[in-house]
């Protein structure tokens, strides 16, 4: 049982940075694989990035590659999303998600989301 708390959006501008965390408690974190999702208004939730349980990473959306990059503190039960060179395009609901069996949109937990929002 695990619960998910996705902190770190805010207001940038085109081309800045930010940083997300997503908490864990809970039994068993290092179990888990962690996905990152996001969703905008009217749009459907898409995955954007996959941290494995050995702590490897691999963007998922072809549109964050080279900007995106993700790791975990299991001794922090933390994950991360480091997100530079931001794009209006890139404002959405970012939510984290666990799963035993891997990156997925049917993740057994999901957090609450938190707002980024990129704009001029």
């Known amino acids: 049982q695990l619960q998910l708390v996705e902190s770190g959006g805010g207001l940038v501008q085109p081309g800045g940075s930010l940083r997300l965390s997503c908490a864990a408690s809970?039994?068993?974190?290092?179990?888990?694989?962690i996905g990152w999702f996001r969703q905008a208004p009217g749009k459907e939730r898409e995955g954007v990035y996959c941290?494995?349980?050995?702590?490897?990473?691999?963007s998922i959306a072809n549109s964050v590659k080279g900007r995106f990059t993700a790791s975990r503190d299991n001794a922090k039960n933390t994950v991360f999303l480091q997100m530079n060179s931001l794009k209006v395009e890139d404002s959405a609901i970012y939510y984290c998600?666990?799963?035993?069996?891997?990156?997925?949109?049917?993740?057994?937990?999901w957090g609450q989301g938190t707002q980024v929002t990129v704009s001029s």
């Open positions: 998600a666990a799963d035993h069996r891997g990156c997925t949109r049917l993740a057994e937990y």
């Open positions: 941290i494995y349980r050995d702590g490897g990473s691999a």
């Open positions: 809970g039994f068993g974190f290092e179990n888990y694989a």
